[in-house]
């Protein structure tokens, strides 16, 4: 029942630079640039029934814009998104391969194989973006309760943080 938070991971955007130039519209610095009239049917998003990140997004920007702004720049969202995908994990996999140029995304979503593949995808984490914890944890009855601990305090370490920042996520630790 309980958990470490080992790194800090923002929400946010990710894109596709060259389907963005190919179609006019600018890179995007915040949650506005998804409402540009050129990414029309050009934005990927999963339903945030269907994803916690996705409802979390949904949630800020309730919060920051308020109920009737911010539900009617969401009906906005809505006709501008061209797939709600399965799993929010399949956004970037999307706009990785071009099919969509922007979507709403974490960066480990993307870190561990769109990036590291070599596609051109970017993120940005816009100025109200949230930041979450990544938990960790040790299974109760896990088979290698040693191990496991030495991973998750290998995590906690200078050169486990640094992993996690070259894959653009925020060190937990100073």
């Known amino acids: 029942g309980f958990w470490i938070g080992t790194a800090l991971e923002p929400y946010g955007l ?3 630079p ?3 130039r190919r179609l006019g519209a600018p890179e995007p610095k915040d949650w506005e640039a998804l409402l540009h009239p050129k990414l029309k049917g050009n934005v990927a998003q999963c339903a945030p029934t269907r994803s916690s990140s996705s409802h979390a997004t949904y ?3 309730l919060q920051v814009q308020g109920e009737q702004r911010g539900w009617e720049w969401l009906r906005k969202l809505g006709g501008h998104t061209g797939i709600f995908t399965a799993r929010s994990r399949d ?3 999307v706009v990785a391969k071009g099919e969509f140029a922007a979507g709403f995304a974490v960066p480990s979503y993307m870190a561990f194989e769109e990036v590291l ?3 051109d995808i ?4 816009p100025k ?3 930041v979450t914890p990544e938990p960790m944890a040790i299974l109760a009855g896990a088979k290698h309760p040693k191990a496991a601990r030495a991973f998750v305090e290998f995590l906690l370490t200078e050169r486990g943080q640094k992993v996690f920042m070259e894959r653009g996520l925020f060190p937990i630790t100073p």
């Open 128 to 130: 109200n973006a949230f």
């Open 18 to 20: 060259r389907l963005l």
């Open 91 to 93: 956004v970037p996999s």
């Open 59 to 61: 949630e800020i920007i």
């Open 117 to 119: 593949a070599g596609f």
């Open 122 to 125: 970017k993120f940005v984490a």
């Open 14 to 16: 990710v894109y596709h």
